[in-house]
């Protein structure tokens, strides 16, 4: 979960490795619950790229 507004990764919300929620308790307190319960079946999957390997990338790139 990420408590804020709005998140500078969306990927990870539009994958569904992470939910948005807002800084509210009552709302915290609902998605760790379900979280929690396993009422939230997440089908998320890692985004793209994030495989650590972002370096070796950025390193073969530079090197051309």
Known sequence: M???EN????V???EGTNRL???DTNDILKNYQ????????SK???P??????AAE????????
């Open 2 to 4: 990420t408590l804020r």
């Open 7 to 10: 998140t500078e990764r969306p």
């Open 12 to 14: 990870t919300v539009t």
């Open 21 to 23: 929620v807002h800084i």
């Open 34 to 41: 379900e979280i929690k319960s396993n009422k939230f079946e």
């Open 44 to 46: 998320g999957k890692i």
């Open 48 to 53: 793209k790229f994030w495989d650590g390997k």
């Open 57 to 64: 990338r950025i390193a073969e790139i530079l090197s051309k």
